[in-house]
T-cell receptor, first 110, second 115 residues
Framework: GESVGLHLPTLSVQEGDNSIINCAYS??????FIWYKQESGKGPQFIID?????DKRQGQRVTVLLNKTVKHLSLQIAATQPGDSAVYFC?????????FGTGTSLTVIP | ETGVTQTPRHLVMGMTNKKSLKCEQH?????MYWYKQSAKKPLELMFV???????ENNSVPSRFSPECPNSSHLFLHLHTLQPEDSALYLC??????????????FGEGSRLTVL
């Protein structure tokens, strides 16, 4: 089966600092990747996506980097805010299925 | 307002009860999914429907029975569940199940507790 893992289960950052959340995936055939944010008691929310023909994609305060050589995905959040506290997980798309990581819990310290 | 609505948000049931979870999407999507989310585990795909047809059953026990009457509605019928089935059940939709058709849109989930 697929293996999508996150390097750290928890991450604490000071408000205003940048956050980096990492994800490793196992299937080199995966061609589409997504980062989701899940707040307590809510469903996962789309943050940003990237296709395998790209190395980097930027959104509002977020950047996703894709390194296909080492099958690594990262999410960078600039100027982290208290509202960014949540669980973040990556998903890879292979064929018709999405495979998800277990998640990194981000805590922003005021 | 989310494009994917799940009801009920919370459900407590005994092992002999029969209940159903409902999902409705207002996004015009053709594919709908049920996922199970347990603590400290990745999301587990349960069922996939594309244009009302089931395309994936991820070895889910028969005590979970999905129903997809149309592309906008998805049900999960529950019968004689076990305590280990307690989890957050997430419904999702996407434009289609074909590769690269875009992200999954999730509902807020139904928190199920089996006593």
């Amino acid at each position: 089966g697929e293996s999508v893992g996150l390097h750290l289960p928890t991450l604490s950052v000071q408000e205003g600092d940048n956050s980096i959340i990492n994800c490793a995936y196992s299937n080199s055939a995966s061609d589409y990747f997504i980062w989701y944010k899940q707040e307590s008691g809510k469903g996962p929310q789309f943050i940003i996506d990237i296709r395998s023909n790209m190395d980097k994609r930027q959104g509002q305060r977020v950047t996703v980097l894709l390194n296909k050589t080492v099958k690594h995905l990262s999410l960078q959040i600039a100027a982290t805010q208290p509202g960014d506290s949540a669980v973040y997980f990556c998903a890879e798309n292979t064929g018709n299925q999405f495979y998800f990581g277990t998640g990194t819990s981000l805590t922003v310290i005021p | 307002e989310t494009g994917v609505t799940q009801t009920p948000r919370h459900l407590v049931m005994g092992m002999t009860n029969k209940k159903s979870l409902k999902c409705e999407q207002h996004l015009g999507h053709n594919a709908m999914y049920w996922y199970k989310q347990s603590a400290k585990k990745p999301l587990e795909l349960m069922f996939v429907y594309n244009f009302k047809e089931q395309t994936e059953n991820n070895s889910v026990p028969s005590r979970f029975s999905p129903e997809c009457p149309n592309s906008s509605h998805l049900f999960l019928h529950l019968h004689t569940l076990q305590p280990e089935d307690s989890a957050l059940y997430l419904c999702a939709s996407s434009r289609s199940t074909g590769g690269g058709t875009g992200e999954l849109f999730f509902g807020e989930g139904s928190r199920l507790t089996v006593l």
